[in-house]
C-alpha cells in the first residue's frame, strides 16, 4: 500500500549552480552504456561510471546508500562555509594515522549493510526474496540481521575513536543507531528464522521452539518416510500373493496426499495391479516414469487423519513470520534512521579513502572572491600520464556592489588588494597539444572538489566561494537538435554572460572557431572585454584561444583586470626528426605565445609533408602582409614560357584566312575530299608553324 511517510521542504539556494554543460566538459559525472544497444536497457539503470571525477571515489562507497549520497553531494556541491569546513574536518580526522585501523574496519563492515529502505519496503508488500537472483542467504531477513549486527558494531568502534565526540557526523551516526530497538530487531530475526534450514528447503523457515503445533507437524512430517515404510508393508498383507510384488512405494504429495505406487505394464499402459479383489476400488491418479500412482482406502484414511501436512506447515510459517514482520514493522523508523546516517558516513569515508588514496591536501575556503591554486594537477590526468607537470592559477574576481553591506570592513580591503594584484580575466595561449584545456580544467575542478567538500589535487590552495561553474568548452551536437555546432557554442556563451556573476567562474576554450577566423576573433575579443569591463561586478574567467590577431592589433590590452598566459615548448626547427622540432613543456608562463604552431602539429600528427610545407610558405607570407590573390597568380618560368606559346597560336589563328575545302569539280573529277581532314591538317600547320607542310 502507498503510503506518505512525511513531507519535507527542499531547495538548491546553498548549492553551487552547475549544468550539464559543465557536468559533460569537466567529467564530473560520465555514464559508460555497453556497445550492444540490446544489454543497454531502456534507461540508464544498467549503466556504470566511467572515467570521471565522481567514478574517482563512487567504488569506494561500500553501502548502496552510500553510493547514492555520494552521488548527490557531487551533484550539490554547496556554497555553505561552514558545512564545507565540516566535510573537510571529518575527512582529516578519519585520515589521522592513529584512525587508520579503524577505518579499515569500518570499511569492511560497511560492506555487509544494505539500504533498508527496500527491505523495509518488501516487507511491506510481504515479500522476503524479491528476485530470481536472491538467494536465501541474501533475502530480507538476512540482510536485517546483518544490519543489526553490524551497525551495533560499527557503533561501538566509532565511539572507540578518540577525540570521535568532536566530529559531527560521528556523533550523528551513534545517536541515530538506537541499541535497543536494532538490538530487538536482530534477536527477533536470530529467535525466528531458520537460516539453515531455510537454504535447504529454498524458503523462509520458522526456528524450532517457535510454536508447539508447528513443532509437531515438523516431526510427524519429517518421520513420514519410516511411517511409509510400515504402510506398505501392511499393504502388501492384504493383497492377493501375486499382486504383492507390484506394490512399489506408498508416496506423499503436497497438495495430493498419500499414494500408492504401482510399477507400470508397457504393454496396456496400465498399472500390474489395479485393486482387484480388494472390496475398495482403486483410483488412477496419474502415471509417470514408469509406474502409475493409486489412491485406496488406506490412502484415504491417511489423508483425513493426518491431512495435508506439508501445506499445513506452509501456513503456519507464513503466519509466524507475518507476525514477525509486524514485529520489525514497529521499528522501522529506527531502522530506516540509522540505514541513512550509515550511508552519509560511508559517502564521507569514501571521500576520506579517496583524499589519501590520490594524495589531495585540504583547500582553505574563504568568503573573498578568489582563486589561489598552488602548483595544481588535473585529477584524472595525472593518473593517465607518466607525469603530470602541476600549475598555478592566481585569479580575483570583482568585490561586487550586492554583498558588501554584509561583508566586513577586513575582507572587502583584502578583496581589493588581491584584485590589484591579480587579474580577475585570464586569456591563455599556446601551441596545440601543449595542455591549455587541461589548464582550465583542472583550475574548474579544483574549485568544484572544494566546493563538495573534499581535498584538492594541488599542494595548497585558497578558494573563495563560488556559486556559479559556467564553461563553453564542449560542443555537445546531435542530430535531434536543430543546431549547428557554432549556434552551440554562441548559446554557451550567451548563458554565461547573462547568468554570471562576480563570484562565478566562467570557463571558455577555443570559442569562435566555428566560423569564419575574423568573425570568431572579434566575438573572442568583445566576449572577453565585455567580463572585463563589468568593473565590481565581473566574474572570474579563465579563456584559452588561438586567435593572435587580436593581440597583436591591440584589441585586448593587458591590464589589471586582464592578464595574458601561455604554456611553454622548445622550438628547434633544425632537429633531425619532426617529433622533435617541437617539446612541450606543460608548463604555464606569463605573456602570451607567438605562434600556435599549428603546421608543427600537424606534421607530427601524420598529415603530409608537402602540404606542411606548403601551409608554412603561406603563414610566412600572410605574417610578411603579402597580398596572397597576387602571389598565388605569379607564374612560373615554365608556365610563362606554355602562356606565351598559346598566346602566339591563337593570334596566328585569327590572322589566317580558312578557306573551305576543294569540291569534285576543282579536283578533276576525283573523288571528294574528306573535310574533317581538311580542316586538321589547316589546324595542324597553324599549331605546328615551323613543320612543313
Known sequence: MFRVRSVEMFALFDSMFVNADTLISLQILRSEYHPNGHQRGPSASGAKESLSVYGLFQHLARTPQGKLRLRQIFLRPSTDIDLINTRQNTISFLLRPGNADVLMRLTSELKKIKNMKSAIAHLERGVDIPGRRISVNNNVWASLQRFAAY???????????????????????????????????????????????????GRTAVRHGVDGGLDELKRSYDSMEHFLTNVVARLREELPEWARKYIQNCIFFPQLGFLTVVSLNTETGKGNYDGEGMVDAWERMF?????????????????????????????????????????VLERQEAIISASDILGELDSLLALAIGCGRYGWVAPQMTTENIIYIEQGRHPLQELVVPSFIPNDCHIVGGPGTQDNEGETAEVEAETRQDSVEHPSTFVLTGPNHS??????????????????????????????????????????????????????????????????????????????????????AGLV?????????????????????????????????????????HMDVRV????????????????????????????????????????????????????????LEVVCS????????????AEAAARLFLETDIKPPPSSS???GKKPADTGHWYQEVLGRLLRPDKPA
Open 151 to 201: 551497525s551495533l558494531r560499527l557503533r561501538d568502534s566509532l565511539q572507540a575513536l578518540p577525540g570521535a565526540e568532536g566530529i559531527p557526523i560521528i556523533r550523528k551516526t551513534t545517536e541515530a543507531i538506537r541499541p535497543l530497538p536494532i538490538c530487538q530487531v536482530g534477536e527477533l530475526i536470530s529467535q525466528t528464522i531458520d537460516f539453515e534450514q531455510s537454504v535447504e528447503r
Open 666 to 668: 576543282s579536283s578533276g
Open 572 to 627: 628547434n626547427f633544425d632537429a633531425p626528426t619532426t617529433e622533435d622540432q617541437v617539446t612541450y613543456l606543460f608548463q604555464l608562463a606569463p605573456g602570451r605565445s607567438i605562434s600556435s604552431f599549428g603546421s608543427r602539429c600537424a606534421a607530427m600528427n601524420g598529415v603530409n609533408q608537402a602540404v606542411v610545407e606548403r601551409a608554412e610558405s603561406i603563414m610566412l607570407m600572410l605574417a610578411r602582409n603579402e597580398d
Open 525 to 565: 575579443a568583445a566576449v572577453l572585454d565585455h567580463f572585463t569591463s563589468l568593473g565590481p561586478e565581473r566574474p572570474k574567467v579563465l579563456a584559452a584561444t588561438h586567435f593572435h590577431e587580436i593581440f597583436e592589433g591591440g584589441f585586448l590590452a593587458e591590464s589589471p583586470e586582464l592578464a595574458f598566459g
Open 435 to 520: 595542455g591549455k584545456s587541461v589548464y582550465l580544467k583542472q583550475a574548474a575542478l579544483i574549485v568544484y572538489l572544494a566546493h563538495v567538500g573534499c581535498f584538492v589535487p594541488a599542494a595548497g590552495a585558497r578558494i573563495g566561494i563560488t556559486d556559479r561553474i559556467l564553461t563553453r568548452i564542449a560542443t555537445r551536437e546531435s542530430v535531434a537538435r536543430d543546431e549547428s555546432a557554432f549556434s552551440i557554442d554562441l548559446r554557451q556563451v550567451s548563458f554565461a554572460m547573462n547568468f554570471a556573476t562576480h563570484r562565478s567562474l566562467v570557463l571558455i576554450d577555443e570559442f569562435g572557431k566555428g566560423t569564419n577566423s575574423m568573425d570568431g
Open 634 to 645: 605569379r607564374l612560373s618560368g615554365a608556365e610563362t614560357r606554355r602562356l606565351e606559346e
Open 287 to 327: 502415471a509417470a516414469e514408469g509406474c502409475v500412482y493409486y489412491k485406496n482406502r488406506q490412502m484415504k484414511e491417511m489423508d483425513g487423519h493426518f491431512g495435508d501436512a506439508y501445506c499445513m506447515i506452509i501456513d503456519r510459517e507464513i503466519e509466524i513470520i507475518h507476525e514477525l514482520t509486524i514485529k
